[in-house]
């Protein structure tokens, strides 16, 4: 018997996988969470219906919400990531050596724990590294007194709808503003260009009304909706754009690389109207 | 009822699509082909099981097999294009000011014919362009004895199993060199870094054992395994990286834009592994 899981990216496109095995299935306090191990790209974490990590492509993701931000800002210090409880993101922020803390942010501690168990590789930053510490709580709540603490805020969110909602607004891309240092910066996971250009407009517009720079750049993730993802950043003073490739270190990355830093914000023209 | 088309990318992935209707569906001298209406992408040309272009997406595909070249050579004048039936490509070459004569050798004459009933926007310069001549013939026999003919040379095949075999071989690439003039330049579809590393590698060497520059570029393609596609040209004189972003021309397209022509060789580092 073959079994297949398919995902209903939009109501008229999915993708489909052949598993081998259901790791986990459960309904958490927030959402609908399993864990299955798919033929093609290894144990893969699901929230809500939605391929949210796998274990062969996660490392494009991981590394592309991170680096770029992260080799941006000359001292990035302390660096907070909302969401991401499966620990990809914070694992990436603990190879550069000049984090000296960096915090996640998760809502559901379930996310945390399975991924712990089922997912050790994403998550190995969560488990005893003494730069990492890894809160529960609502992400906006986190922000919402907090000024001028972290260098760099990643928001490593899931989709626009459920408990992530409020972290695609105006508001609390605010807050985010005033708990960034001086000369801080944000990066958000902002979707598909093919398949969510009023969000990515919409988002592009409420960003740059807040940061005197905002840039979105782009990555390629075989199991999310189009294969293609943008990021956006946010940036009080420093131009990813503007760093000397020769000076970027090269860290122990897949997909990220000094030679691609700025050539992610060169985009194809179909998205670069979005941002107009 | 609602009707679904799904591919087999691999054998243990696939991308499904919501279908309202099948246009097409006949097995050709070579292949099976089908046209259907997706809910997603618009009408779809499938062979032989696999999507080989939809009016949604076709933009990306088309325009990135060729302006890159194009854009390259400083005098494309005489311009063939092997495969490609449903004559995106073509549409595409048409587009430059210096192209005089664009030629199509495409093996199934099927594929033309339904392309220009069912896919009129793309088969466009299939239609009564002076510019275009379409050959039905054998792109391998087509390229044989032609000696300095052509100043680019496109190989948009389908994949490398079936009809299109032989077009990924050393052999072929090398009488494509004898057919470029002593400038010329070829390209030709290499299929996903993701699912086609061993394809990837091996085309790169080869191309790279018969010309003097050999460089490898991507573009984001969703209804393609992946969603990440790549291309791999062979250049006789001209670097495509050498090109001034402001020298050149603002087409009418979406995808391809100045901006993007060098940037879209800056490799993620798994893929520039793939070429080592």
């Known amino acids: 018997m073959e079994l297949w899981y398919t995902e209903k990216q939009t109501p008229n496109v999915g993708i489909t996988c052949k598993i081998s095995k259901t790791l986990h299935d459960e309904q958490t306090k927030f959402q609908h969470m399993a864990v299955i191990d798919t033929e093609q790209f ?12 796998t274990i062969k492509d996660e490392f494009v993701y991981h590394e592309m919400i ?13 660096v907070l990531v909302i969401g991401g409880g499966d620990g990809g993101a914070i694992r990436e922020v603990t ?32 488990k ?13 709540a986190h922000i919402k007194n907090k000024e001028k603490v972290y260098d760099v805020i990643l928001i490593d969110s899931t989709e626009p709808i459920g408990p992530a909602e409020g972290l695609f607004s105006l508001e609390f891309y605010r807050q985010i503003y005033k708990a960034l240092k001086e000369d801080g910066i944000m990066v958000a996971q902002t979707e598909s260009p093919f398949f969510n250009k009023d969000l990515i407009s919409r988002v592009y517009k409420d960003i740059s009304s807040i940061f005197p720079l905002t840039k979105l750049y782009l990555a390629n993730i075989p199991t999310y909706p189009s294969g293609l993802w943008s990021f956006t950043m946010g940036s009080k003073r420093w131009d990813p754009e503007q760093i000397e490739e020769s000076k970027l270190p090269h860290l122990d990355t897949n997909y990220y690389c000094p ?3 700025r050539a992610i914000f060169k985009l194809p023209g179909f998205v670069k109207n979005l941002l107009k």
Chains 1, 2 share one sequence.
């Open 42 to 53: 290894g144990r893969m974490l699901v929230l809500d219906g939605m391929v949210m990590t």
């Open 259 to 261: 030679e691609i830093h």
């Open 95 to 126: 190879k550069h050596p000049k984090v000296k803390k960096a915090t996640l942010v998760e809502i559901d501690a379930r996310v945390v724990d399975v991924s712990k168990e089922l997912l050790p590789e994403i998550a190995v930053a969560l």
């Open 128 to 140: 005893g590294n003494p730069k990492v510490e890894v809160l529960i709580d609502d992400g906006i």
């Open 66 to 78: 991170s680096h770029v931000a992260l080799n941006t800002h000359p001292n990035p210090e302390n």
